[in-house]
């Protein structure tokens, strides 16, 4: 949804709903309550952080950053060393299976864990989002190549040629939170 002031194409998060000391507010069969019926503009709090909603903004859903670098290193004169590193950040991500593994599964440590929380377990059963949309910034290496540029003596009947013998691998490795 737009709302006024905020971007287009950003998460909202649906919040559960908690009391004065910050516990969430649970229904008479103990899950917590997401509100999940908000009207915009909300007359009580515009600011949409309270008043008749419970949703808030948290970012954007594309980059707001982006870094990309290349580089080609020659050696020995006929191999080439490619490498490409890329950076995005400054955006958020929902994690739909998180969501899955929780709400519908129930497969996950942290429900099945005998020492967690009543509390959390309720919120993580809720249809809120807001556990599940996290920062999305990341850092890959999305390819490394190496070239060798074959001599032309090794041509026989394409001596003339210029040809070359490439190796490459892509999304090699990946850092995010």
């Known amino acids: ?15 559960v709903m908690r009391d004065a000391n910050g516990d969430p507010v649970l229904n008479a069969r103990g899950q917590a309550t997401a509100d999940l019926v908000c009207s ?8 949409g952080y309270g008043g008749s909603c419970h949703e808030r903004y948290v970012g954007p859903s594309t980059p707001t950053r982006a870094i990309g670098f290349s580089n080609t290193v020659t050696l020995f004169g006929n191999l080439r060393v490619f490498a490409h590193l890329d950076y ?7 994690c ?24 959390d377990k309720a919120v993580l059963l809720s249809q809120q989002t807001e556990t599940y949309i996290m920062k999305a910034d990341f850092l890959k290496l999305r390819e490394i190549a190496l070239s060798y540029s074959v001599p032309s003596s090794w041509g026989g009947p394409f001596s003339r040629a210029r040809w070359s ?9 990946v850092s995010t939170k």
Not at 1 to 15: I, N, Q
Not at 40 to 47: A, E, F, G, K, V
Not at 88 to 94: D, E, I, P, S, V
Not at 165 to 173: F, G, K, Q
């Open 40 to 47: 915009w503009p909300d007359t009580i709090d515009p600011s």
């Open 96 to 119: 739909a299976i998180c969501s899955i593994n929780n709400r519908v599964d129930q497969n996950t440590w942290a429900l099945n864990n005998p020492q967690a929380d009543s509390a």
């Open 1 to 15: 949804r737009h709302r006024e002031g905020y971007p287009l194409g950003g998460f909202w998060a649906v919040d």
């Open 165 to 173: 013998l490439t190796v490459a691998a892509r999304n090699l490795w």
């Open 88 to 94: 995005k950040g400054g955006f958020y991500q929902l």
